[in-house]
């Protein structure tokens, strides 16, 4: 089934098949992923694809430096017949939602979507509605060096499980993409694979998966090299150790394990931590590369036997 979806949205999206395998990750381990890339390179067709193929209730903020809380969360509204305060509900009362651009809007309008992705819930006028199950946020953003950005703050970065980068297609690629239009075949024609009902089940399964704790001590001695290196401002939290769990156990389960292996950590890892870093000063004036520092410390790390 798994395989027959990646099959699928690959259909539509035409980019690298690791991007669809971790957009699947961060769906059935329960997370939230970052789109980053310049316009027009494919973000909100691979999460409308997504949504469609796996047949859940999708919702689209289309963020703007105008964009108010109330937008995404909902507001009370006076009822005069009633004479009572209604819930109307916000843009985040979605199965899937895709967060377009969310570093195009203010830092308090992106602070509204802390509540939701952290506890699956959001609280307008003291009262706590439950979000749709399953949940995901699908965010995307250009790249902090454009006009018109906010850098996201720590605290929203470490709300997502995995950032992911999207780049410019192969010649293959682009080909077919074209292709595609002219043969109409779009989004809107995507055809769903799976059931939210059966995404749950999945989920359920995925949390399931054995992890033996020399395997997740493994997890914690990557994130420990990440706060002990110097270069970094910031290490990786301990969210980011249970995320890094978490996505070990979805990718077990893609590989059609019922197990976490050593390999499976080492794989997520990057994509896991590497949004969650940042370089000092002195590191930037260096011009050092973040993600190959990351990827020689993880290289370092001992690997349980």
Same mark, same amino acid.
């Given at each position: 089934?798994?395989? /027959?979806?990646?099959?699928?949205?690959?259909?539509?999206?035409?980019?690298?098949?690791?991007?669809?395998?971790?957009? %699947?990750?961060?769906?059935?381990?329960?997370?939230?992923?970052?789109?980053?890339?310049?316009?027009?390179?494919?973000?909100?067709?691979?999460?409308?694809? %997504?949504?469609?193929? *796996?047949?859940?209730?999708?919702?689209?903020?289309?963020?703007?430096?105008?964009?108010?809380?109330?937008? *995404?969360?909902?507001?009370?509204?006076?009822?005069? $017949?009633?004479?009572?305060?209604?819930?109307? #509900?916000?843009?985040?009362?979605?199965?899937?939602?895709?967060?377009?651009?969310?570093?195009?809007?203010?830092? $308090?309008?992106?602070?509204? %979507?802390?509540?939701?992705?952290?506890?699956?819930?959001?609280?307008?006028?003291?009262?706590?509605?439950?979000? &749709?199950?399953?949940?995901?946020?699908?965010?995307?953003?250009?790249?902090?060096?454009?006009?018109?950005?906010?850098?996201? &703050?720590?605290?929203?970065?470490?709300?997502?499980?995995?950032?992911?980068?999207?780049?410019?297609?192969?010649?293959? #690629? #682009?080909?077919?993409?074209?292709?595609?239009?002219?043969?109409? /075949?779009? !989004?809107? $024609?995507?055809?769903?694979?799976?059931?939210?009902?059966?995404?749950?089940?999945?989920?359920?399964?995925?949390?399931?998966?054995?992890? $033996?704790?020399?395997?997740?001590?493994?997890?914690?001695?990557?994130? #420990?090299?990440?706060?002990?290196?110097?270069?970094? !401002?910031?290490?990786?939290?301990?969210?980011?150790?249970?995320?890094?769990?978490?996505?070990?156990?979805?990718?077990?389960?893609?590989?059609?394990?019922?197990? !976490? /292996?050593?390999?499976?950590?080492?794989?997520?890892?990057?994509?896991? =931590?590497?949004?969650?870093?940042? =370089?000092?000063?002195?590191?930037?004036?260096?011009?050092?590369?973040?993600?190959?520092?990351?990827?020689?410390?993880?290289?370092?790390?001992?690997?349980?036997?």
């Amino acid at each position: 089934m798994i395989n /027959k979806l990646k099959k699928h949205i690959s259909e539509y999206f035409t980019g690298k098949e690791e991007t669809i395998e971790n957009l %699947l990750i961060c769906l059935f381990a329960g997370g939230h992923i970052l789109l980053e890339g310049i316009p027009g390179v494919g973000k909100t067709t691979l999460a409308s694809t %997504l949504a469609r193929s *796996v047949d859940c209730d999708f919702g689209r903020i289309q963020f703007t430096p105008d964009t108010l809380p109330t937008d *995404v969360m909902g507001t009370e509204v006076f009822n005069m $017949k009633t004479g009572e305060f209604e819930y109307r #509900e916000g843009a985040i009362m979605h199965q899937i939602v895709l967060a377009d651009e969310i570093n195009r809007t203010s830092p $308090k309008t992106q602070a509204s %979507l802390l509540e939701a992705m952290a506890e699956g819930q959001t609280t307008v006028g003291g009262v706590k509605h439950r979000l &749709p199950e399953p949940f995901m946020v699908i965010a995307t953003q250009n790249p902090v060096e454009f006009m018109g950005t906010y850098p996201l &703050p720590e605290a929203q970065i470490d709300r997502f499980m995995m950032k992911i980068t999207i780049d410019y297609p192969g010649e293959s #690629e #682009e080909l077919r993409m074209t292709r595609n239009m002219l043969t109409g /075949k779009t !989004v809107e $024609k995507v055809e769903s694979i799976i059931t939210s009902e059966e995404v749950v089940r999945i989920k359920e399964q995925v949390a399931g998966v054995a992890i $033996k704790d020399e395997v997740i001590r493994y997890a914690r001695d990557i994130a #420990e090299m990440t706060r002990n290196e110097e270069r970094f !401002v910031l290490g990786a939290s301990p969210r980011a150790v249970l995320a890094l769990v978490r996505a070990s156990q979805a990718r077990a389960f893609m590989e059609g394990r019922d197990f !976490v /292996k050593p390999d499976d950590v080492k794989s997520v890892a990057p994509f896991v =931590l590497g949004h969650r870093l940042t =370089l000092t000063p002195e590191a930037k004036i260096a011009k050092e590369d973040k993600d190959d520092i990351l990827r020689k410390l993880i290289r370092k790390t001992k690997i349980p036997m």
